[in-house]
């Protein structure tokens, strides 16, 4: 069934070398909506990244830094990218060797559209 | 904040949930209201009440879940203005056990319910491998075994 938040998942997983796309509640991590591949934990990257997320957006407005526009996590097999919109994270799953730029602007302009489907909070 | 088990191989787990999702307190309980382990409680008459209304909320909601579902709800989730509570059953060998938690903004369900299985698995992995008979919570028996458990939580054993 598609959603307001179908377009933006499809449009993050056409990106060569994006894993998972999800779409997950700030305060809950708990997952919205999500594009995973068989045998990806989207719960638990959910949980985990919403909570890295909030910690880093807290951690950035103690420190004076204002808001968070685009959070990276560099892993030795992969990276995970999120960006916040009102109540919602847009998180994506990627490989090592991800064009990072591409995403990062398909995430903002994602973020656009997350706010307008309902992730003012 | 103290974490205190009745039973020791129930710590280690536990304290690793409470590490992990810094949840505020913690509470193992037996279906019948005796508790099993605590983390965050001061005083032995809030374990008592807190475990009387976790066993009478797992109780109902079990029988509404049976009503609407036909089968019991296994989990609860009940969000205050700055705290929330999750309230679900925990199987492992032994039976069926009751755990509850209280955590504020610095966590989350996604992160509590996460762990919450970790817990339970961890449990099962520690729990001792001879299997107590199934006894029933008799009422004489109840009063007894519930202040032993406080005695031995609040180190008055």
């Not at chain 2, 319910?113 to 199934?134: G, I, N, S």
């Amino acid at each position: 069934m598609a959603t307001p938040f179908s377009p933006m998942l499809d449009a993050l997983t056409r990106q060569r070398g994006v894993t998972a796309a999800l779409v997950v509640s700030e305060r809950d991590g708990i997952v919205v909506e999500s594009n995973l591949q068989i045998g990806q934990d989207g719960d638990r990257v959910a949980a985990l990244a919403a909570s890295l997320y909030r910690k880093a957006r807290l951690a950035a407005r103690a420190a004076g830094m204002g808001a968070v526009s685009f959070m990276q996590l560099e892993a030795p097999g992969g990276r995970l990218c999120a960006v916040g919109g009102g109540a919602l994270v847009l998180v994506v799953v990627a490989e090592a060797s991800v064009n990072v730029g591409l995403v990062r602007v398909e995430l903002l302009k994602a973020i656009e559209g997350l706010s307008a489907a309902g992730g003012e909070g | 904040m103290q974490m205190a088990v009745v039973e020791a191989w129930i710590e280690a787990p536990l304290k690793h949930f409470v590490s992990e999702t810094g949840a505020e307190l913690a509470l193992l309980l037996h279906p019948s209201g005796q508790v099993l382990a605590q983390h965050g409680f001061a005083r032995a008459v809030d374990v008592m009440s807190a475990c009387a209304l976790a066993a009478g909320i797992h109780a109902s909601s079990g029988e509404l879940g049976k009503l609407l579902d036909g089968r019991p709800f296994r989990g609860l989730h009940h969000v205050g203005r700055e705290r929330q509570i999750f309230l679900a059953e925990a199987l492992w060998p032994r039976g069926t056990y009751i755990f509850l938690t209280v955590f504020g903004s610095e966590s989350s369900l996604g992160l509590v319910r996460l762990y919450f299985d970790e817990l339970v698995a961890a449990l099962v992995a520690a729990a001792p491998k001879e299997v107590a008979p199934a006894t029933p919570a008799l009422a004489e028996h109840f009063e007894r075994d519930l202040n032993r458990n406080l005695a031995v939580l609040f180190g008055r054993a």
